[in-house]
């Protein structure tokens, strides 16, 4: 289900109100809105060719109301590797010159960590409505100075959080903010994988051009590259931010091919005012468990990873046959062995869950590029439409701006081996989402 499948639906249930109150950033995705830019295009320059820059590019080739008019990257290959789609768009290797060009009118930042900052600044000051991949900053000062310049002179910034226009992570929220699950007691994040997180360098003066993940000079390694998406459950959830962090941060498995100097594995626990904690973990030297991301209530639980909701209730709605027969017809399981007793889900402990939304699609969290159907196409429409109208949207920048600081603080609580609370220096004006 599409972002506009999804408000189609919102609307003939007579919710779709409730929905933009509870997330106003997607007001931008509404048929009014888009009749609002109709005919209307966005120039855009891109900052950043490699991996997730490509993966924007492909995006873009699919939204009729952008005009890609300028490339930008100072590795020449990648460089290449867009202009094979834009041909006629200006070329440039120094991102100061694109953002002298007038005729751009907002870009797309997609480079290493550490120039996030400087860059997304860079912009704002030449004017350009800016989109910059997450996280937003490299440090908690920078994060701070980024944020009040946007306060400042205005404009438009979204940050690549994507999960806030993801269908079913919307669609679950809402739920929770119902209370379908009761009272929110746990969060639960993790994020597994199997790889070295390295690719392949034609010549060694390049390593930490290309490999900058592999080292703190550069990034923050787990904390900002994955965490960062998953930190937004807890607000969201429960209407409130973290008050206090812990974590620990180990090299256990690939610094014994190379040199790098990023953690491979991390654990970090989040505890709110009301006491529920909210934990994340990461190793990428194994991934049987993959990505999970769960929000466990009193009565229940809801998977917004894979969009189910499980019920801690002694009697689900309906019989475990017809439970079943509505997965099938939903997609979500593909087949079923009968064969008597060994599929009798009538106890909460054994249930095996209900889809929330009709054909939900799963993400593994496998690829380190991107996905499809993670809410990334829609992220990018609803800044296309920024950059047309010039409306910056309500909380999308503070909720990204948030899953930055905590992120980082994160990983400075792991390195200093302390609990740390975020400075009341760092705090900005945060308005909790709507809860029951």
């Known amino acids: 289900m599409n972002r ?3 408000l189609s639906d919102c609307g ?56 890609v008019v300028a490339l930008c990257d100072n590795y020449r290959p990648h460089l290449e590797d867009a202009v094979q789609y834009y041909p006629q768009a200006k070329q440039y290797d ?41 996280s937003m900053a490299f440090t908690l ?28 992570y919307i669609k679950a929220m809402q739920m929770i903010h119902e209370g379908v699950i009761g009272d929110v007691v746990g969060v ?31 990034s923050r390694g787990l904390m900002t590259e994955l965490a960062c998406h998953q930190l937004q459950n807890g607000s969201w959830a429960m209407g409130m931010l973290p008050e206090k962090v812990m974590g620990s941060g180990s090299l256990i498995h690939w610094n014994k091919v190379d040199k790098r100097d990023v953690y491979d594995c991390v654990t970090a626990i989040f505890t709110y005012p009301n006491g529920v904690n909210m ?14 991301e769960q929000i466990l209530g009193s009565k229940g639980t809801i998977d917004l990873v894979t969009g189910m909701h499980y019920t801690d209730e002694s009697a689900p709605k309906g019989s475990g046959m017809h439970q079943l027969v509505e997965q099938i017809e939903n997609g979500v399981m593909s087949n079923s062995v009968f064969a008597g007793t060994s599929w009798a889900a009538e106890t909460s ?66 390195h200093e081996g302390a609990i740390l609370t975020l400075d009341e220096k760092y705090r900005v004006p945060y308005e909790p989402l709507k809860t029951k």
Not at 14 to 33: N, R
Not at 283 to 290: P, Q, R, V
């Open 4 to 6: 506009k499948e999804f």
């Open 12 to 67: 003939r249930m007579g919710f779709a109100g409730a929905v933009l109150s509870l997330f106003p950033w997607l007001e931008s995705c509404s048929e009014k809105a888009k009749q609002e830019v109709s005919g209307e295009k966005a120039r855009i320059g891109i900052i950043g060719t490699g991996s997730r820059g490509m993966f924007h590019i492909n995006h873009l080739l699919q939204m009729p109301q952008v005009e």
């Open 94 to 134: 120094d991102y100061r010159r694109l953002l002298e060009d007038k005729n751009v009118q907002g870009v797309i930042i997609a480079t290493p960590l550490y120039l996030h900052g400087r860059m997304t600044m860079d912009a704002l000051r030449a004017c350009k409505r800016v989109f910059c991949e997450k």
């Open 141 to 168: 000062d920078e994060a701070l100075e980024v944020y009040n310049l946007r306060k400042e002179l205005g404009g438009v910034l979204f940050i690549g959080q994507q999960r806030l226009f993801d269908p079913k």
């Open 188 to 218: 639960r994040n993790y994020w597994y994988r199997n790889n070295d997180w390295r690719r392949e360098v034609p010549s060694p003066e390049l390593e930490r051009h290309i490999n900058w993940r592999l080292y703190s000079d550069y």
């Open 279 to 292: 934990t994340f973990e990461s190793i990428i030297s194994n991934k049987h468990f993959g990505m999970g």
């Open 349 to 414: 402990a054994l249930a095996p869950g209900m889809p929330i939304m009709a054909n939900v699609k799963v993400v593994t969290g496998e690829s380190s590029v991107g996905a499809e159907a993670d809410g990334s196409k829609e992220l990018l429409e609803a800044f296309i439409h920024a950059v047309i109208t010039g409306k910056q949207p309500e909380k999308v920048l503070e909720e990204s701006y948030y899953a930055t600081q905590f992120a980082l603080l994160a990983d400075k609580a792991m």
